[in-house]
């Protein structure tokens, strides 16, 4: 009678088996856990007695703050931990007598690890304040999917930078664990495609709508004859509503983002993007009034629809997050390179769902006219140029403040037998010989330095007085912390008989 009861009982409580463990490859403890005429006392009811069975609605408000901290703070550790590593190995590692990380098809992965990686900072810090009043369901289903998501994307980035040092696995990996939870973050506590489909804008579109929800309502009533008086009052109001947003969306599309709103503490950078949002979310609510009013509860069955004006909302969000964010640091000139570039990544991610969502309406004549109508002049937004990826590519190499403030809350280790920090000590002492390092790699590359040996080719140097005798002291230290930081983890084979051997043990006993 009463339904699902929540409790805190002890793992040795009377007739309570802990039961085998899942494995889902990555620290994440899970499994069956069974009980046999387990007792309890009633003040073990988690908020006491009168909150017998209410516990489904518990674990609901449970999941919807937890979707927004706990997975998204994963993504956002690994994604600035990626941000670190893959930089830092970027400019440790050389090929063809230059840094990898100076590479343009490098640089194309490495972009994305700066604007994701800053997305998901300044996401966090917008989404966390939020909780602070409640559970936003819509804001924290946003922040799970798109994330975790964002994760998949930079740390995918950053095993293909690394290579063979991260797939090769062992304690010097350092992408190894990161990838490994990935498939993790994306299935639990709402899986993802589940999320975007049908919890963003299908929540949203309802908590969001001035009228609609109170349409609604009055279909539902018991009292027919006051529904109907209020049914036609709200439709009158809902239709006048949709006409002034979408003659917004034209006027704003028309000035070509000019009387778009903008705070007046906004500066002459994020002016720009504020009217850009605005712009962009006038938009959204007429996209979103056509496909309630065309398509009404049949849109929650075209998830396609759905996800894409879940797509628009989110990357506006996100934008709103990246402004927020950036207002809130230091003033420098990297922050504003990776703004700028968030801040393009998200909006130009909402222009071109929007435009995916016209296309593929149901009506495609009406969502024209609707699409002439927002964007009079065509797209407002282009692809980031080549200029914008190769500044951020330099950059993630680079001890800059966004590097910096991103080692606040991840672990930092300069610890040589630890899998971050052999790369995070390697790459900081190469800050302090970097322009000896470069005079000695720039004479050796045009045939200046004479020898078969670093040693050989440092004494040709200061000879040369390319360097001094200290700064090859300094580079010959530093080359063998570089040589052992690029080493990937060999195992003798015994190490894998063993270790079979005693999963086929295991195995066995599990068995019997």
């Known amino acids: 009678d009463y339904g699902i009861t929540c409790a805190l009982i002890p793992a040795d409580h009377d007739g309570v088996e802990i039961g085998r463990r899942h494995y889902p490859g ?45 997975l998204p703070t994963l993504a956002t550790a690994s994604g600035e931990v ?47 304040k939020s909780l602070e009043s409640g559970t936003p369901s819509v804001i924290t289903a946003m922040a799970k999917y798109h994330a975790t998501e964002m994760m998949r994307t930079l740390i995918n980035h950053g095993m293909d930078v690394a290579g063979g040092r991260a797939i090769q696995l062992g304690p010097r990996n350092f992408m190894a664990l990161p990838y490994q939870s990935v498939p993790i973050a994306i299935t639990v506590e709402g899986a993802n495609i589940l999320t975007r489909s049908l919890m963003i804008f299908g929540q949203g579109s309802m908590r969001c709508h001035p009228y609609l929800f109170d349409v609604i309502q009055t279909l539902q009533t018991d009292d027919k004859a006051k529904g109907l008086i209020d049914f036609d009052r709200l439709f009158f109001a809902l239709a006048g509503n949709s006409l002034s947003r979408t003659m917004r969306a034209f006027v704003l599309g028309l000035s070509g983002n000019r009387l778009a709103n903008a705070p007046e503490t906004a500066d002459e950078f994020t002016k720009e993007w504020y009217q850009r949002i605005d712009r962009m979310s006038a938009a959204l609510a007429s996209a979103a009034d056509l496909a309630l009013g065309i398509l009404g509860g049949d849109l929650k069955r075209r998830e396609l629809l759905s996800a894409r004006l879940g797509d628009v909302h989110s990357q506006l969000f996100m934008a709103c997050s990246v402004l927020k964010y950036y207002e809130n640091q230091p003033a420098s000139d990297a922050e504003k390179v990776h703004a700028r570039a968030s801040l393009h990544h998200a909006l ?60 606040q809350f991840i672990h930092n280790s300069l610890e040589q037998d630890d899998a971050f920090g052999r790369v995070e000590s390697t790459y900081q002492t190469l800050l302090t010989v970097e322009d ?19 040693d050989a080719r440092l004494a040709s140097a200061v000879s040369q007085d390319i360097i001094t005798q200290d700064e090859a002291d300094r580079i010959r230290e530093y080359d063998k912390q570089r040589y052992d930081s690029l080493l990937t983890d060999a195992f003798e084979k015994s190490f894998f008989v063993q270790d079979e051997e005693e999963k086929a043990e295991s195995a066995a006993s599990d068995a019997s």
């Open 82 to 128: 990626g941000y670190r590593m893959t930089g830092a190995f970027g400019k440790i590692r050389r090929q063809f007598k230059t840094e990898v990380g100076k590479f343009e098809g490098v640089q194309e992965a490495t972009s994305q690890i700066a604007i994701l990686g800053y997305t998901l900072e300044a996401m966090r810090h917008l989404v966390t």
């Open 348 to 407: 130009y991610s909402a222009q071109e769902a929007l435009f995916d969502f016209y296309d593929n309406f149901t009506v495609p004549g009406i969502a024209g006219v609707f699409k002439r109508l927002a964007f009079p002049y065509g797209r407002i937004l282009r692809k980031p140029d080549d200029n914008q990826l190769r500044a951020l590519g330099d950059l993630i190499m680079e001890d800059n403040p966004v590097r910096q403030a991103f080692g």
């Open 26 to 70: 990555a620290p994440f403890m899970n499994g069956p856990i069974n009980g046999k005429d387990v007792f309890i006392p009633v003040d073990w009811i988690i908020g006491g007695p009168d909150m017998a069975g209410k516990g489904w609605r518990m674990l609901i408000e449970c999941l919807g703050a937890g979707r927004g901290v706990s």
């Open 436 to 454: 000896a390092w470069g005079r000695y790699n720039k004479a050796e590359s045009r045939g200046k330095l004479a020898g078969d040996d670093i």
